[in-house]
């Protein structure tokens, strides 16, 4: 017999459904690792396995993280990287990312995974996309599966190495054949189709600038033919559009839709200056973005047209990026600076609080090609998070809650329930010995990033 739990007396328990609900004193009833039914507190059962009082709290879906380098989280602020565009940030990392180990990817998913977790996020995807010595895309299956988090897991590749016309250098790029053949292998292995599903499989050849035109068009059809979901980089940054005319003589939209890379099945990140035409192209196929504004803001790469993209129907997700060009993988913080970074380039309304949280929640669904996520209905998968608003960083901001979440400081979650399980407890997180992990992953960014004497 399934075991259920209620969370109830939210302050707010903001909905996301077809209404955009926002109920007080809500609550949640749960039956295994589905929502059974959403209401006012006095309307839902008042008894279950397991009872959270979310009294003081807003209660809100889990947020979905679209964009992530988890591996990256071992370099974070290392000196030479520190003031750098996207190609020369690159340019200095590749040296370091070269000596990553299966043993530093397995601790670096698992650090990146507790602070997004900590900070309201339920769902996340990750590129790994640079596999050298030991390191398998299994390393960071596993330690999701670990720690408990619902997981889209990249299959990243580089083909294309400085000798050929990239940017990354020949020691870090893979042969096309085996890309494929280990693509292949990780599909049929973790990939997992089924509604509520805690593992998809994703095919992500990193970006134009790293892959060659036949890798993105044979990745295409490999996708296709296993039903799983697409994942690029594009359009990041003006070297990046550059790039992309030079080589290819094509804008990088143009040349996404000549290897196929565009439709429901597909996102993109960044898409910072991705044209007009475009974003209408993006708006007729379904092709979807995941928007980093941290990154872009940090690697001064511009402000993505959000406002204007969603205007036109583009589906938009929210992303934290590589913890090395953010450096935080704090998913609500990531709200808040997606909200302040549109009204810095279109205007005090071109983005509202709600719209933010709508984009992290429902706009991530949408991106990552799923229905049973992003909203708190029944039916829908048992993803939410609580944060406590009774705390000095929202105090004078309670009558509007739901707003104050996103404008004040962002915080931590006091309780993340996962796919039905209490992962995240009086802000305390349950799955895994978080000091321990901790140590472990700096020990593991020393040990890494002293082998390049940085």
Not at 272 to 283: C, E, P, Q, T, Y
Not at 311 to 318: E, K
Request: glycine share 8%; with cysteine; proline share 4%.
């Amino acid at each position: 017999m399934e075991s259920t739990l209620l969370v109830k007396h939210a302050r707010v328990l903001v909905t996301m459904d077809d209404a955009r609900r926002e109920i007080p004193d809500g609550a949640v009833f749960i039956r295994g690792n589905v929502i059974e039914q959403v209401g006012p507190s006095a309307d839902l059962p008042q008894t279950a396995d397991e009872v959270i009082d979310a009294s003081g709290q807003v209660v809100l879906p889990g947020l979905i993280n679209t964009h992530h380098h988890m591996y990256q989280s071992l370099t974070r602020a290392v000196p030479a990287a520190q003031n750098a565009e996207l190609f020369d940030w690159l340019t200095n990392l590749y040296p370091i990312w070269a000596n990553l180990t299966g043993a530093m990817v397995r601790a670096s998913t698992q650090t990146a995974m507790a602070e997004l977790m900590l900070s309201g996020c339920t769902t996340t995807s990750d590129h790994l996309y640079i596999f050298p010595n030991d390191c398998r895309l299994d390393d960071s299956i596993e330690a999701a599966q670990e720690i408990g988090m619902r997981f889209h897991a990249s299959r990243g590749s580089m083909s294309v190495g400085k000798s050929k016309g990239g940017l990354p250098p020949d020691s870090v790029v893979e042969n096309e054949a085996a890309i494929l053949k280990d693509t292949q292998r990780v599909i049929e292995t973790y990939h997992d189709a089924s509604r509520h599903a805690m593992q998809r499989v994703i095919v992500a050849p990193c970006s134009p600038f790293s892959v060659s035109r036949d890798l993105m068009r044979e990745s295409a059809a490999m996708a296709r033919s296993y039903g799983v979901s697409m994942h690029s980089h594009l359009a990041e940054n003006s070297n990046d559009v550059a790039y992309s005319r030079e080589k290819f003589n094509m804008t990088p939209a143009e040349y996404a839709e000549d290897c196929g890379w565009v439709g429901r099945d597909v996102w993109h990140a960044h898409c910072v200056k991705l044209d007009d035409a475009g974003i209408a192209l993006f708006a007729e196929t379904g092709t979807g973005v995941a928007h980093c504004p941290c990154s872009n803001m940090r690697l001064a790469s511009g402000i993505a047209p959000v406002r204007g993209m969603i205007d036109r129907g583009v589906s938009v997700g929210l992303g934290v990026d590589g913890s090395a060009s953010n450096d935080s993988g704090h998913m609500l913080g990531e709200v808040r600076q997606a909200m302040l970074l549109q009204r810095v380039g279109y205007g005090p309304d071109a983005m509202s609080a709600r719209q933010a949280l709508e984009i992290a929640t429902l706009g991530g669904a949408r991106v990552l090609n799923r229905d049973d996520i992003g909203a708190l209905a029944p039916g829908m998968s048992a993803d939410l998070v609580s944060f406590n608003l009774d705390q000095a960083g929202f105090a004078g901001g309670l009558h509007d809650p739901v707003a104050a979440l996103v404008f004040c400081t962002p915080s931590n979650v006091d309780f993340s329930i996962i796919n039905g399980r209490v992962v995240v407890r009086n802000g305390v997180l349950n799955t895994i010995d978080l000091g321990v992990a901790l140590e472990r992953h700096n020990r593991l960014a020393r040990q890494l990033v002293q082998s390049q004497g940085q």
